[in-house]
């Protein structure tokens, strides 16, 4: 240890905060500094604790004595606290000694202490260190004493019976005092719990009897670890209010998530918080993944980084040998486990096993579950170390004895299967069946697991004909545990190899494995291959009553319209989907009937027939409500298409209703490609709703659900609902970063979603500022086709967008003649085509604009798309000022900023703000004082004089006992009839006024 303070050629050493074993000794990586230079890390989550310490600091440098207790589980950064200590103290020009606890130094008496005091004296003078010397007991005990100590011996070892230890006590507090001086003195102690004996009963005392003058002692250790009298006794001294305590809980997920910001910013918020969940909050551990996620690389196979698995091994290799094996054997068995097959699979007796839990206990390695028999590791990330350190023999004999006492005590296919796959070979049938059984139990909670023992029960079922059927049927089950973990290339090769073995003349099966397959390949975005091998099928003759013959009809549907309109089209067949339906109906499966009505009102939508898909959309909607979790969970193609659709008719309420029900089914069933595709249609309706930071949240956790899934149109979708979140949400750098991604992720398939990806980067690009940029991203899926080669479901926006480009670029006849191509009789078209005639003739008639504008508006509010009428206000507003009707533009620009602050939409926001700043400037002649307040009712007053004493909007209605809506509608007015179009405008009126009133009555 090294001293930091005001010792002759003093240097710091800066300790990072994380422990490593490194020779047989807990140590900490260090880099010497200077202390002027040293550089800085910023710590998460401990602003409480940090302001105590501050204060406890700011104690000690007026004379005062201060004890701190800092607890916490390993990696909870009771270090990282430390050193924010030792910086604090050392900038207030204190002497800071440090000393810390370690296993191997259990064994020397007051090892804690005289590490710390020793090295700060080997830096001091002789006579510096004669003067510091109380009594001649301190010798023994500070090597560098010993030679100013009248015949003292300069042995090391102290016992107990050599010194009086009162006296001694005594003489190191003196000792302690004296080193304080005039400037103060930090005594830092880590690792408390390692501490010998010797050194604990001396902190007791130091606790009990706290030195004399500014000093501050501060002692870091694991509770559940803690040298039993030194517990009691810092209890003791708590209670009494001797010391204070900083017990460190694991940081909180706000906490973590500004740590995760910092240490890896390309991680998106889904993929922060599955890193807290793995963590457990611990911030060392946090860390540890966070750079693994960083790094994209996979857990080494001694633990998950170096650094981590020394600090681990150092713990273990401390352990007893019979200790370490129930360990290693709990390691095997899995969390959560049992003493007594501890005790089998460990070869151990009873007593020793429970003598071994109380040691592992003691050190906090394993934690007891309640008062029963079971315990878990401290932290799974244990678990795995100690699995690591067992030899590959030792493994699989460990796994034996646990497959053999598991049978035994007729433990489940799911305990077992972890153990049977280690160790069986191949041709044997119980194992298989075995594992069969337990990937049955696991698909829903983890399909990857299932799918890996159904790797393992194929790779051991025997090869003979008679074993064809059942290894078919694994690999049916294979396929489908693959499809639910996003695993869809293996998937699909899976159905192929089952389909190889189906007979010619089994017509049922292969229907069922095709229309399996069918489902696999469209989510694989493969949309023309799909309608090729289903007409295929089709062309076979099926029965069209029977399920898998609807579910063929549904495929082909399905496939066709997500091929798109270029040159990928497939020409649809709307008797396929008509067919779909009334079989389904008469089959009285309701699930199936759901899927059947969705699918045909998609294939409805993409086309453009909006009436007849809205019929489809009323009938489904009704009955998908009506339907059981079961069902829903099968059928979620369906909801997501249901949606899809209804997002695209203006029922996004209904929208958002039905996903975020089936989402919970999705994700409690692992179905993680389901998930992505729900979470991007939820995306795209919470931005229909003007919900953008909902609709942001959707789309991030759409993208870390969707990373790793294979296919480049669930790449696309993604990243497409990323663009438009972010575009809105004001970040247009990002968002056109995600819309270039989603582009090149869709050149392959060129179906629907490549143009709606392309559109989408359009819309950021405008949003960004590059309006050329835009009209270029239009042309991609334009061409030469006009409006007629974009999907109708995206004609109107796209229409709208390209007005709002020409006009960007100076262009206002092209504006006007894409305003034109769309009809403002179309019912699901009416907003886009108002808004886009309202944008269009702003500049050349504004009156006609702002009726365009304020049309666009009430067909946007009707439909529920609050951020589109917040636009729409945004519109009418400046053709208001381009006819000169400044108050009634104020007014409709305080509408749409405060709509528009309420969708979250902050690039809206600010153009809202800084169009009413322009026209604040430019209004010339504000209307006198009186007069303007004279024109304005009671309530309106009201209204204005509490705008004026700085309350908001929510604060007004709760004062006034009226609705937030019903403010607005009053400082509307009041901006109206007052000239102004801001807030502080109307404080500016009221404050003149008073002024004015105030003149008069002096004069009078």
Same mark, same amino acid.
């Given at each position: 240890m090294?001293?930091?303070?005001?010792?002759?050629?003093?240097?710091?050493?800066?300790?990072?905060?994380?422990?490593?074993?490194?020779?047989?000794?807990?140590?900490?990586?260090?880099?010497?500094?200077?202390?002027?230079?040293?550089?800085?890390?910023?710590?998460?989550?401990?602003?409480?604790?940090?302001?105590?310490?501050?204060?406890?600091?700011?104690?000690?440098?007026?004379?005062?004595?201060?004890?701190?207790?800092?607890?916490?589980?390993?990696?909870?950064?009771?270090?990282?606290?430390?050193?924010? %200590?030792?910086?604090?103290?050392?900038?207030?020009?204190? *002497?800071?000694?440090?000393?810390?606890?370690?296993?191997?130094?259990?064994?020397?008496?007051?090892?804690?202490?005289?590490?710390?005091?020793?090295?700060?004296?080997?830096?001091?003078?002789?006579?510096?260190?004669?003067?510091?010397?109380?009594?001649?007991?301190?010798?023994?005990?500070?090597?560098?004493?010993?030679?100013?100590?009248?015949?003292?011996?300069?042995?090391?070892?102290?016992?107990?019976?050599?010194?009086?230890?009162?006296?001694?006590?005594?003489?190191?507090?003196?000792?302690?005092?004296?080193?304080?001086?005039?400037?103060?003195?930090?005594?830092? %102690?880590?690792?408390?719990?390692?501490?010998?004996?010797?050194?604990?009963?001396?902190?007791?005392?130091?606790?009990?009897?706290?030195?004399?003058g500014p000093v501050l002692l501060a002692v870091a250790h694991r509770p559940k670890q803690a040298v039993a009298r030194l517990a009691a006794t810092l209890s003791s001294a708590a209670r009494y209010g001797l010391l204070q305590v900083l017990h460190l809980g694991p940081l909180t997920p706000a906490a973590a998530d500004e740590l995760l910001e910092a240490l890896t910013p390309a991680v998106g918020q889904a993929g922060r918080a599955a890193l807290y969940r793995a963590s457990g909050g611990n911030p060392f551990y946090l860390e540890v993944l966070a750079d693994a996620r960083r790094g994209g690389r996979p857990a080494e196979a001694e633990g998950p980084c170096p650094r981590l698995t020394a600090m681990l091994h150092a713990e273990l290799t401390a352990l007893r040998p019979q200790t370490l094996a129930a360990a290693q054997a709990a390691a095997v068995l899995g969390e959560p486990f049992d003493v007594c097959l501890v005790a089998e699979v460990a070869g151990l007796g009873t007593a020793e096993v429970f003598a071994a839990m109380d040691e592992l206990a003691c050190r906090d390695l394993v934690r007891q579950l309640g008062s029963s028999s079971r315990f878990v590791f401290r932290h799974p990330v244990v678990r795995h170390v100690t699995y690591r350190a067992i030899g590959a023999g030792g493994r699989i004999a460990a796994h034996t004895r646990a497959v053999e006492a598991l049978r035994a005590?007729?433990?489940?296919?799911?305990?077992?299967?972890?153990?049977?796959?280690?160790?069986?070979?191949?041709?044997? *049938?119980?194992? *298989?069946?075995?594992?069969?059984?337990?990937?049955?139990?696991?698909?829903?909670?983890?399909?990857?697991?299932?799918?890996?023992?159904?790797?393992?029960?194929?790779?051991?079922?025997?090869?003979?004909?008679?074993?064809?059927?059942?290894?078919?049927?694994?690999?049916?089950?294979?396929?489908?545990?693959?499809?639910?973990?996003?695993?869809?290339?293996?998937?699909?090769?899976?159905?192929?190899?089952?389909?190889?073995?189906?007979?010619?003349?089994?017509?049922?099966?292969? *229907?069922?494995?095709?229309?399996?397959?069918?489902?696999?390949?469209?989510?694989?975005?493969?949309?023309v291959q799909t309608v090729s091998c289903v007409d295929d099928e089709l062309s076979g003759g099926q029965p069209a009553d029977s399920a898998d013959a609807v579910a063929l009809r549904l495929e082909r549907t399905v496939n066709a319209a997500l091929a798109g309109t270029g040159a990928c089209r497939v020409e649809p067949e709307p008797v396929w989907a008509e067919q779909a339906v009334s079989a389904a109906l008469r089959l009285g499966d309701r699930g199936l009937h759901v899927s059947a009505l969705a699918a045909a009102a998609l294939a409805e939508v993409v086309a453009g027939g909006f009436d007849a898909a809205a019929e489809l959309v009323a009938q489904a909607g009704g009955r998908v409500d009506r339907l059981a979790d079961v069902d829903v969970a099968v059928h979620l193609d369906g909801v997501v298409w249901l949606s899809w659709c209804e997002v695209h008719l203006g029922e996004s309420t209904a929208a958002v209703r039905h996903l975020e029900h089936a989402l919970v089914l999705a994700r409690a069933s692992g179905r993680s490609v389901d998930t992505t595709r729900l979470l991007v249609v939820l995306a795209a309706a919470q931005l229909d709703l003007g919900s953008v930071p909902a609709s942001a949240e959707a789309a991030e956790a759409a993208v870390e659900a969707g990373i790793g899934l294979p296919g480049t149109e669930l790449r696309t979708m993604t990243l497409y609902a990323h663009c438009r979140a972010l575009a809105h949400r004001g970040d247009t750098s990002a968002a056109v970063e995600a819309g270039l991604a989603a582009t090149r992720a869709a050149e392959p398939g060129r179906g629907l979603w490549w143009s709606l990806a392309w559109l989408a980067l359009a819309e950021a690009r405008l949003l960004h500022g590059d309006p050329q940029g835009a009209v270029t991203a239009v042309r991609a899926v334009v061409g030469d086709g006009g409006l007629a080669a974009v999907p109708p479901i995206a004609r109107a926006e796209v229409a709208e967008l390209v007005v709002r480009a020409e006009l960007a670029l100076g262009r206002p006849e092209a504006a006007w003649g894409w305003a034109e191509r769309l009809d403002p009789a179309e019912p699901h078209r009416a907003g886009f085509a108002a808004l886009a005639r309202a944008q269009a003739l702003t500049g050349s008639d504004p009156t006609a604009a702002a009726l365009h504008g304020a049309q666009a508006e009430s067909a946007f509010t009707a439909a529920g798309r609050r951020l589109l009428a917040g636009r729409a206000r945004l519109v009418t507003a400046s053709a208001l000022l381009a006819a000169g009707k400044q108050a009634k533009a104020a007014a409709e620009l305080f509408r749409a900023e405060q709509l528009l602050r309420e969708c979250g939409a902050a690039a809206l926001v600010e153009r809202a703000v800084a169009e009413q700043r322009r026209l604040a400037k430019a209004t010339q002649a504000p209307p006198e004082p009186r007069a303007g307040l004279a024109t304005l009712t009671a309530r309106e007053r009201q209204v204005a004089d509490l705008v004026t004493s700085g309350r908001t909007n929510r604060q007004i209605a709760q004062r006034l006992g009226v609705s937030d809506k019903t403010v607005e509608a009053h400082l509307a007015r009041v901006f109206a009839k007052l000239g102004v179009g801001s807030r502080a405008a109307v404080a500016s009126v009221v404050a003149r006024s008073r002024t004015a009133v105030g003149l008069l009555s002096e004069g009078a």
């Open positions: 090294r001293s930091w303070g005001n010792a002759p050629g003093y240097h710091v050493r800066r300790t990072i905060g994380y422990e490593l074993f490194r020779g047989g000794f807990l140590i900490e990586p260090e880099a010497i500094v200077n202390r002027d230079n040293a550089p800085t890390r910023s710590i998460f989550g401990r602003g409480a604790e940090l302001k105590l310490l501050s204060r406890a600091v700011t104690d000690v440098g007026r004379g005062h004595s201060r004890t701190i207790e800092v607890i916490g589980e390993p990696g909870i950064g009771k270090t990282r606290l430390l050193l924010e %200590l030792r910086r604090d103290t050392a900038a207030s020009r204190m *002497t800071v000694l440090t000393g810390r606890g370690g296993e191997p130094g259990r064994e020397v008496p007051f090892s804690l202490f005289t590490e710390a005091v020793d090295d700060y004296l080997a830096g001091l003078a002789q006579a510096d260190r004669a003067r510091l010397l109380a009594d001649p007991l301190l010798a023994p005990a500070f090597e560098h004493l010993a030679c100013v100590a009248p015949g003292a011996s300069p042995e090391r070892a102290v016992c107990a019976e050599d010194v009086e230890r009162r006296r001694l006590f005594n003489s190191v507090r003196e000792l302690l005092t004296r080193i304080a001086g005039g400037h103060g003195l930090a005594l830092l %102690l880590d690792d408390v719990h390692w501490a010998d004996p010797d050194s604990a009963d001396l902190l007791g005392h130091l606790v009990r009897h706290p030195p004399a005590r007729g433990g489940s296919a799911v305990a077992m299967a972890p153990h049977v796959e280690r160790t069986a070979g191949v041709g044997d *049938t119980d194992a *298989t069946r075995v594992l069969a059984d337990a990937a049955g139990d696991a698909l829903d909670r983890d399909p990857a697991v299932a799918a890996q023992w159904l790797q393992t029960a194929l790779r051991l079922l025997p090869d003979p004909p008679e074993f064809r059927l059942r290894r078919r049927e694994l690999l049916l089950r294979l396929a489908e545990a693959h499809a639910r973990g996003g695993q869809l290339v293996e998937s699909e090769a899976a159905l192929v190899r089952a389909i190889e073995m189906v007979d010619e003349d089994d017509r049922d099966t292969r *229907t069922r494995l095709v229309v399996q397959r069918a489902g696999i390949t469209r989510l694989l975005g493969r949309h």
